[in-house]
């Protein structure tokens, strides 16, 4: 497998202690960074991770949200990349991880293949714009009402994503 990027966002934090989480899993095989800083370096990748919380009603969170247009002018033909979303599933239950949904439509009309979808079972929530074929178009992580999970799910997640890469 060759190395990771991994590429995330964050305004309040959390986020980062999920991208500690994968840092900790991955060790060598990721590279890490922060969207503040720019999005250039997905270029120099043929596997990559995007990591989004969503805020308010499913919107993008502010780092990404700066690079979007940027984003949207990358080819992504010939890459894997996988997608991990944070939200909380009680308090925006009507737009959980809508965010997903904005990067997985961005990835799929730039030709990059999307890998790691994962089963809605033990969430809760009343509406869900990043489900396709019955499934989160990611891991989903919520790290307000399910944060004891988090470990578990990026572990098990990154065991079956993991062969997927090139």
């Given at each position: 497998m060759k190395k990771i990027g991994l590429f995330y966002g964050t305004t309040g934090g959390r986020t980062t202690g999920v991208v500690d989480e994968?840092?900790?899993n991955l060790r060598d095989?990721?590279?890490i960074f922060d969207v503040a800083n720019g999005i250039e370096k997905?270029?120099?990748?043929?596997?990559?991770i995007l990591v989004t919380p969503s805020y308010g009603f499913g919107e993008?969170?502010?780092?990404?949200?700066?690079?979007?247009?940027?984003?949207?002018?990358?080819?992504?033909?010939g890459k894997t990349l996988?997608?991990?979303?944070?939200?909380?599933?009680?308090?925006?239950?009507?737009?959980f991880v809508g965010a997903l949904e904005v990067?997985?439509?961005?990835?799929?009309?730039?030709?990059?293949?999307v890998i790691g979808l994962t089963s809605t079972?033990?969430?809760?929530?009343?509406?869900?714009?990043?489900?396709?074929?019955?499934?989160?178009?990611?891991?989903?992580?919520?790290?307000?009402?399910?944060?004891?999970?988090?470990?578990?799910?990026?572990?098990?997640?990154?065991?079956v994503i993991k062969s997927e890469f090139n």
């Open positions: 994968f840092d900790f095989d990721v590279e997905i270029k120099e990748f043929e596997n990559l993008l969170e502010a780092h990404w949200e700066a690079v979007i247009e940027d984003f949207k002018k990358i080819d992504l033909s996988a997608l991990v979303g944070l939200g909380s599933q009680t308090t925006f239950g009507e737009s990067l997985y439509k961005i990835i799929i009309k730039n030709g990059g293949k079972d033990g969430y809760h929530f009343e509406e869900c714009e990043a489900i396709v074929e019955g499934k989160f178009m990611g891991l989903v992580l919520d790290e307000e009402n399910q944060d004891d999970m988090t470990p578990d799910r990026i572990y098990e997640w990154l065991e």
